[in-house]
């Protein structure tokens, strides 16, 4: 009788270990396995093509930039986006590029061109410029997806920078 207790207890107490052990090394490997990810919108520009003095072309350029680790992930799970915000607040998509990877230091750019801008126009509209991520990105089982820093995923920039290029 006395034996078997000592056996049960033995043996949970070894099993007790087991895990404290399994889970201390399993939280190790993830600590040295976990890569820095992070995607910036690095930089969002106009640039005039005057037709006249205060009408004309803009181009808009946005450069988005992996500036940790290599990015990988699956499909469907991340869109780069240029959208425009009109004064009323209302949101349109100019450029949308969907992508899965991005190697370190690689980088993605979206232009645009609107045609026949008004500088004279008193509220024009602003842009900005995106990372989208899926909700589930962060539990997908994947850290090679796990943005560190969503701080620099958006840049915005107001229509009236726009007016004064003119
Ligand atoms: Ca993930
Ligand atoms: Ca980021």
Same mark, same amino acid.
């Given at each position: 009788m006395k034996k078997s207790i000592l056996s049960i207890l033995t043996t949970g107490f070894a099993f007790l270990l087991f895990c404290l052990a399994a889970a201390c090394s399993s939280d190790d490997n993830k600590a040295d396995a976990k890569p820095y990810i992070d995607l910036t919108a690095e930089s969002l520009e106009f640039s005039v093509e005057k037709i006249e003095d205060f009408f004309g072309n803009v181009t808009i350029t946005g450069t988005i930039k992996n500036i940790g680790e290599d990015y990988q992930s699956s499909e469907g799970k991340q869109t780069v986006r240029l959208v425009e915000r009109s004064a009323t607040g209302q949101v349109t998509t100019l450029v949308e590029q969907k992508f899965v990877n991005l190697a370190a230091g690689e980088t993605i750019v979206l232009e645009y061109v609107v045609q026949g801008?008004? %500088? %004279?126009?008193e509220f024009p509209p602003g842009f900005q410029l995106g990372i989208y991520y899926e909700p589930d990105i962060y539990i997908?089982?994947? !850290? @090679? @997806? $796990?943005?560190? &820093? !969503?701080? &620099? $995923?958006f840049l915005e920039k107001k229509g009236t920078e726009i007016n004064k290029l003119f």
């Open positions: 801008w008004r %500088s %004279s126009e997908d089982g994947n !850290p @090679n @997806n $796990d943005d560190a &820093n !969503p701080k &620099n $995923d």
